[in-house]
């Protein structure tokens, strides 16, 4: 297993992050995945044992049972604190109450302390807000979260599913007051769904921010068990659950030459899937969220994975955004300056 930054922090985490929302199977998330504690233990252990040292939850998991298996799997192996790095998230509406959800100063404090008490441990280690609040001025988030850190609660903040310009105005509020920044992002990234590349990778890199990929495999579509012309296999995620939006025709196109290539190395499109995402210069983890060991096993080993120049290549022409302003003017324009000696 190898390690990367997280964002500008001096703090390492494993390039493959165990995903938990499969855990649980309460509520919305029974369509995600129903593992019970014995295979939430099982799959902790496996992960820790083979050099994983960084999982991902959230309280809006499973109505907050994700956390609650998380913890007790690892209060029962015994792994020392200090040696996982526990990432959790604020934002979903946990009861009917009018707030119990959002990232009002209130419920962040109030979601803090139950997210500690659900992983029996003392502090988090990195604390994201997992949506865009549009009610709550991102002042007041980024002042409670600073808060949080300021305490102990909360070791480094992250923020997922917001757009480039909002995290910007977020990191320049926190550069004006002196406190703590966004440190990483988490977001949806896949071969078949590159859409970050146009603005978002581009801010990571400037901020020096980490980038924490959930849904690799675009909802299961690229794990090469999806036909066209069939649902999936039973209890297949995408087959009760068809998120996050993908188009299907280059989905499948693209299972086809992964396929081919997976073939000459014996693996999975599943492994060439994750290993072509590993291999972005501004991706720091993959989750992966799995049910069993097997599935588990299959998605460590896409981090020994190493793909030659003609097949990246295959796969990057095969998969790349088609061109959209201002991005194809900007390269235009800049053509020039980057190549003085040309005409």
Not at 122 to 138: K, R, S
Request: with cysteine.
């Amino acid at each position: 297993m190898r390690y990367r930054m997280l964002g500008n922090t001096g703090f390492y985490v494993s390039e493959i992050c165990l995903g938990t929302m499969t855990f649980g199977g309460k509520g919305f998330f029974e369509a995600v995945g129903k593992v019970d504690q014995k295979t939430a233990t099982s799959l902790v252990a496996r992960a820790l044992e083979a050099g994983v040292n960084f999982i991902d939850t959230a309280d809006v998991y499973s109505e907050g049972l994700a956390e609650t298996l998380l913890g007790k799997a690892l209060k029962d192996i015994g792994v020392k604190r200090s040696d996982v790095v526990v990432a959790t998230k604020v934002y979903g509406r946990m009861s009917p109450t009018p707030n119990d959800a959002g990232l009002s100063r209130g419920h962040i404090m109030d979601a803090v302390q139950a997210s500690l008490e659900r992983l029996q441990t003392d502090h988090i280690d990195l604390y994201q807000v997992h949506a865009q609040d549009l009610v709550t001025p991102v002042e007041d988030v980024m002042e409670s979260l600073n808060d949080l850190v300021r305490r102990g609660l909360v070791r480094y903040i992250g923020v997922s599913n917001w757009q480039a310009w909002r995290i910007m105005k977020a990191q320049g509020l926190a550069d004006k007051r002196g406190t703590a920044r966004f440190e990483c992002l988490q977001a949806y990234y896949s071969i078949a769904g590159r859409d970050l590349e146009r603005d978002i990778a581009p801010m990571l890199a400037d901020q020096k921010m980490g980038l924490m990929v959930w849904s690799p495999l675009a909802g299961g579509i690229l794990s090469g068990k999806f036909s066209r012309d069939a649902e999936g296999p039973d209890g297949a995620r995408r087959s009760k659950f068809d998120f996050p939006p993908v188009d299907k025709e280059l989905a499948f196109k693209l299972v086809d030459a992964m396929r081919e290539i997976g073939a000459g190395y014996g693996v999975s499109p599943a492994r060439v899937a994750l290993a072509w995402v590993l291999s972005r210069p501004f991706v720091t983890s993959v989750i992966t969220g799995v049910k069993t060991l097997e599935q588990l096993n299959d998605n460590l080993a896409a981090a020994d994975l190493r793909l030659s120049d003609v097949e990246m290549a295959r796969l990057d022409d095969l998969s790349a955004l088609k061109p959209e302003y201002p991005g194809w003017m900007v390269a235009r324009q800049n053509d020039p300056r980057r190549n003085p000696n040309t005409k």
